[in-house]
């Protein structure tokens, strides 16, 4: 079993910066593939980062993409979400969550996550 605890979250004006932030703690940590999602009041769950746990380019939301970046440290069993040039629809609650062991891949689906943190709360200011 695994507990993932995120950090980071608060609140920043449009155009600012934040970093998440996702502590893994348990059996293992690796080889796992990552992933961010998000969840705005009244809206589904949404897709926002995932990267693998043995390299390769990882998966952004088009959303995101150029504004965001996620990697990870094995080492401190870590991975983070640095979020740039916020805006006002990226306020959410962020999610981190990991696949079942020996599962490499990111992955855009949540379904194919086993381990879900309880979440940070972003909020962006316009």
């Known amino acids: 079993q695994l507990t993932l605890v995120e950090s980071g979250g608060g609140l920043v004006q449009a155009g600012g910066s934040l970093r998440l932030s996702c502590t893994v703690s348990g059996r293992t940590f690796s080889p796992r593939g990552m992933g961010w999602f998000r969840q705005a009041p009244g809206k589904d769950r949404e897709f926002v980062a995932a990267?693998?746990?043995?390299?390769?380019?990882?998966m952004y939301a088009d959303y995101v993409k150029g504004r965001f970046t996620i990697s990870r440290d094995n080492a401190k069993n870590t991975i983070y979400l640095q979020m740039n040039s916020l805006s006002f629809e990226d306020t959410a609650a962020y999610y981190c969550?990991?696949?079942?062991?020996?599962?490499?891949?990111?992955?855009?689906?949540?379904?194919?996550?086993?381990?879900w943190g309880q979440g940070t709360q972003v909020a962006v200011s316009s």
């Open positions: 990267i693998n746990w043995g390299g390769g380019s990882p």
């Open positions: 969550a990991a696949m079942r062991a020996d599962h490499g891949l990111g992955s855009p689906i949540p379904d194919d996550y086993a381990y």
